[in-house]
């Protein structure tokens, strides 16, 4: 699919760019080669960085070894 039709830009080529260290808009469109001609895709390039950004921050899930009373009948 395309994100950006004036330059041809793929939703591929854009979350491959954010992996590769694109942060903001510019950046994005510097790695891409995507100049911005009409405009229409900056609020969907936007979400494509805000969605890094969540994923980025996300807190992972600590892994968190059962209680002992729970393994060896103990307690
Ligand atoms: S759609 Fe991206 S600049 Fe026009």
């Known amino acids: 699919m395309y994100v950006c039709t004036c330059n041809a830009v793929t939703e591929r080529e854009v979350r ?3 992996t590769e260290g694109a942060r903001t ?5 510097q790695r891409l080669d995507a100049k911005r001609v009409c405009g229409s895709c900056d609020d969907c390039l ?3 960085l ?5 994923e980025q921050y996300e807190i992972p899930t600590p892994f968190v070894f ?3 009373c729970l ?3 103990a307690g």
């Open 71 to 73: 393994t060896n009948g």
């Open 25 to 29: 808009n510019a950046q994005l469109r």
């Open 66 to 68: 059962p209680a002992p």
């Open 16 to 18: 491959q760019a954010i």
């Open 46 to 48: 936007e979400e494509y």
């Open 50 to 54: 805000a969605e890094a950004s969540e």
